[in-house]
């Protein structure tokens, strides 16, 4: 069973940067693609951005060109590098890991909070 810990979040300013880690055991990254989502306050939870074993990256159009996702299989850490933040960025952000070969993603992380002040 993979466990994940995110980090790295808190109160940012708009227009500033954060870089959140997520920290995987119980498993390697091998075959495992994750993601990142996220879940604003009085809104459902949304995609953010993902990285799959072949180093595919995928965003939500809302990030893109301001948001990276990457990974470091020998740390077994995911990051994701925000950039150019705005307000509407406010949520909690949380990791999550799934099978190449199954759909849904089977483990989450606890979530870290980011707050983007105007």
């Known amino acids: 069973q993979v466990q994940l810990v995110e980090s790295g979040g808190g109160l940012v300013q708009a227009g500033g940067s954060l870089r959140l880690s997520c920290a995987a055991s119980g498993r390697t990254f091998s075959r495992y693609a994750t993601g990142w989502f996220r879940q604003a306050p009085g809104k459902e939870r949304e995609f953010v951005a993902s990285i799959r074993w072949s180093e595919i990256t995928s965003y939500a159009d809302s990030v893109k060109g301001r948001f990276t996702i990457s990974r470091d299989n020998a740390k077994n850490t995911v990051y994701l590098q925000m950039n150019s933040l705005k307000p509407d960025d406010t949520a909690v952000y949380y990791c999550?890991?799934?099978?190449?070969?199954?759909?849904?993603?089977?483990?989450w992380g606890q979530g870290t909070q980011v707050p983007v002040s105007s």
């Open positions: 999550a890991e799934r099978q190449e070969r199954r759909p849904g993603y089977d483990y």
